[in-house]
């Protein structure tokens, strides 16, 4: 079983940052794709930015030059640094992560729980 643990969201003004953490923990051989997606009220859930073992990087426009997306191997971890945020910004966000388990080396994905943001305009 893999565990996924978010933080960062909360509350902020618009024009303000947070900083979104995801952390894995359990049976893992490997991470390929780390991705943060979201979702608003009514809304379905999008694609906001997603990072591969390699370091290429996919950004949703709607986020584009205000977020930056990161990960940290060593932790099993993946970072959302989102600035200058704006009220249509405000959703639960989600992180995502494509694992291979230990000996079967079966692909995997699993979800966070996810994290609320809210931003007051």
């Known amino acids: 079983q893999v565990q996924l643990v978010e933080s960062g969201g909360g509350l902020v003004q618009a024009g303000g940052s947070l900083r979104l953490s995801c952390a894995a923990s359990g049976r893992i051989f490997s991470i390929n794709d780390m991705g943060w997606y979201r979702q608003a009220p009514g809304k379905q859930r999008e694609l906001v930015a997603v990072?591969?073992?390699?370091?290429?990087?996919n950004y949703a426009d709607s986020v584009k030059g205000r977020s930056t997306i990161s990960r940290d191997n060593a932790k099993n971890t993946v970072y959302l640094q989102m600035n200058k945020l704006k009220f249509e910004d405000t959703a639960v966000y989600y992180c995502?992560?494509?694992?291979?388990?230990?000996?079967?080396?079966?692909?995997?994905?699993?979800w966070g729980q996810g994290t609320q943001v809210t931003v007051s305009s």
């Open positions: 995502n992560f494509d694992i291979l388990v230990p000996i079967t080396r079966q692909r995997r994905v699993y």
């Open positions: 990072i591969s073992n390699g370091g290429s990087i």
